[in-house]
């Protein structure tokens, strides 16, 4: 996900309280290794985010692809952000996904609760766990994810980016792969992203969606 609040930590200083947006255009949209909605359509999203100076967050999302008929994803997420020390940073969240663009994507919908770290806006790690609402437990999709994320400043304005996670899928013992690697570009309050998903041959043994390799681009305005 290209929305920078349901991503990694973000500290909040200065005023007691503080109010963001962003817009995002992207080319699909994918989810650890699996297209949410009609694979490759494009997707316009839209992100508002309530900060705190105590840490707290709260932010609310929504996305809408091509066809225009309905939307594709709706989050609401709770955070709080912390420092360790100067360099390393933590996140604790809680947020609910709801897919509804139809009912094979509604068994996705989820509350998902994840803890992670940032070193100096250069690497970042974090563990989540899964709840799926319209599921039994037994036959849920995804049970936990690990995920680790890394930014290599190139020039003032330019980044290389990685990503590698790995997830546990029911039935218990299931596992499956998945990646990215690619550019990253801003300036002011715009960003752009040009970046290679893959997900491992299980995962499309698992998910008939998944993504076999595929290359996204993303462009993204704050307010």
Same mark, same amino acid.
């Given at each position: ?7 990694? !930590? ?18 699909? =949209? ?8 009609? #694979? ?17 967050? =709260? ?5 809408? @692809?091509?066809?225009?008929?309905? #939307? ?16 390393? @940073? ?14 094979? $994507? ?16 250069? %690497? ?23 995920? +680790?994320?890394?930014?290599? !400043? +190139? ?6 980016? &990685?990503? *590698?996670? %790995?997830?546990?899928?029911?039935? @218990? &013992?299931? @596992? ?5 690697? &690619? =550019?990253?570009?801003?300036?002011? !309050? ?16 698992? $998910?008939?969606?998944?993504? #076999?390799?595929?290359?996204? +681009?993303?462009? *993204?305005?704050?307010?």
């Amino acid at each position: 996900m290209v929305l920078t609040a349901m991503l990694g !930590p973000l500290i909040c200083t200065g005023q007691t309280r503080d109010v963001t947006g962003e817009i995002a255009v992207s080319t699909d =949209l994918t989810e650890r290794g699996v297209f949410v909605g009609p #694979s490759k359509k494009p997707i316009v999203q839209g992100l508002i985010s309530l900060y705190d100076a105590s840490g707290w967050s =709260l932010s609310s999302a929504l996305g809408m @692809q091509s066809d225009g008929t309905r #939307s594709t994803r709706a989050i609401v997420r709770a955070a709080y952000d912390g420092m360790i020390d100067n360099d390393w @940073q933590y996140q604790t969240s809680v947020q609910y996904y709801a897919y509804p663009g139809g009912a094979e $994507f509604r068994l996705f919908d989820r509350v998902e609760a994840a803890v992670g770290a940032s070193f100096r806006d250069l %690497l970042t790690a974090s563990v989540s766990t899964f709840h799926y609402v319209h599921t039994r437990d037994e036959v849920s999709p995804m049970r936990w994810a690990v995920d +680790l994320g890394a930014r290599w !400043p +190139l020039t003032p304005h330019w980044s290389a980016t &990685g990503a *590698i996670g %790995l997830s546990g899928v029911r039935p @218990q &013992g299931r @596992q499956y792969t998945y990646g990215s690697a &690619g =550019l990253a570009w801003h300036t002011g !309050p715009w960003r752009a992203e040009f970046t290679y998903l893959k997900a491992d041959g299980r995962a499309r043994r698992l $998910f008939t969606n998944s993504t #076999s390799g595929h290359w996204s +681009l993303a462009v *993204i305005r704050s307010f």
